[in-house]
């Protein structure tokens, strides 16, 4: 299976989000006219893992959303993030990465929600990540007008390097009191607001916005550099 070692290289390489074992499957039996089982590719998906694994090497293929891609490796973020910084067009207010970081973390959450927390409307902020995909529509709230509830989307998986929500961090100062047995733990209205200023950069490397983004996606063994285009003027909607 060696030959296939570099078509499958090249698939992933190519690919602008992470390929599944199954698209690599198609493009693989398209070329070679033949099918490959899924355990066949993955086997060769490992061995190309492992030799990405050397520091020879400054990026690595890593599984992500049932899918793989090359990302930059975190000891070459800094260098990555002020290339980034200079060449990213910014397009994301400070609102909306705030309000990004809410949904992260309190998902699913509705406006209504959000609002209370920031203080300020989010209309314009939630409007800005639905277009870009970032967060998507999960369902409705069981209460009075029962609200839309919003949750991270697949890109914004991709762009964190992120397998599950679960994979996110927890901030040092996300402290959850106790509860009684059965009954889910509130979160602070002024924690959460802190939080989500604390996490108001992100993993491209925009230095510029209050504190770090997605700066607690970043410690994930300081992750991969996938660009977010931001915007550091002042907030549409305040």
Same mark, same amino acid.
């Given at each position: 299976?060696? %030959? ?19 698209? +690599? ?31 020879? %090497?400054? %990026? ?21 993030? *002020?290339?980034?910084?200079?060449? *990213? ?24 929600? +959000? ?21 998507t529509i999960v369902g409705r709230a069981e209460t009075v007008g029962k609200p839309l509830l919003y949750g991270t989307s697949?890109? %914004? ?12 961090p927890k901030p040092k100062d996300f402290k959850m009191p106790d509860t009684s047995v059965g009954e889910p733990a509130p ?5 959460? *607001? ?9 993993s491209s490397g925009i230095t510029d916005i209050v504190g770090d983004v997605m700066g607690a996606i970043l410690s994930l ?18």
């Amino acid at each position: 299976m060696e %030959f296939l070692a570099q078509h499958i290289e090249s698939l992933v390489f190519t690919a602008d989000r992470p390929i599944t074992v199954a698209e +690599i499957g198609e493009a693989l039996e398209h070329t070679f006219e033949m099918q490959f089982r899924k355990v066949e590719i993955k086997a060769v998906l490992e061995e190309i893992t492992k030799k990405y694994q050397s520091d020879q %090497f400054a %990026f690595e293929m890593v599984g992500i959303s049932n899918g793989y891609q090359f990302l930059t490796k975190g000891a070459y973020f800094n260098t990555v993030a *002020t290339y980034l910084k200079q060449t *990213t067009k910014k397009k994301l207010s400070r609102a909306a990465l705030e309000t990004l970081s809410i949904v992260a973390y309190k998902q699913p959450v509705s406006k209504p929600e +959000i609002e209370k927390i920031r203080g300020v409307s989010c209309d314009y902020a939630m409007q800005k990540l639905l277009e870009k995909e970032l967060v998507t529509i999960v369902g409705r709230a069981e209460t009075v007008g029962k609200p839309l509830l919003y949750g991270t989307s697949e890109k %914004f998986m991709d762009y964190f390097g992120l397998k599950n929500i679960e994979d996110l961090p927890k901030p040092k100062d996300f402290k959850m009191p106790d509860t009684s047995v059965g009954e889910p733990a509130p979160i602070e209205e002024e924690v959460f *607001t802190m939080t989500a200023k604390q996490l108001v950069s992100h993993s491209s490397g925009i230095t510029d916005i209050v504190g770090d983004v997605m700066g607690a996606i970043l410690s994930l063994d300081e992750k991969k550099v996938l660009p977010i285009e931001v915007e550091s003027s002042s907030d549409e909607e305040e």
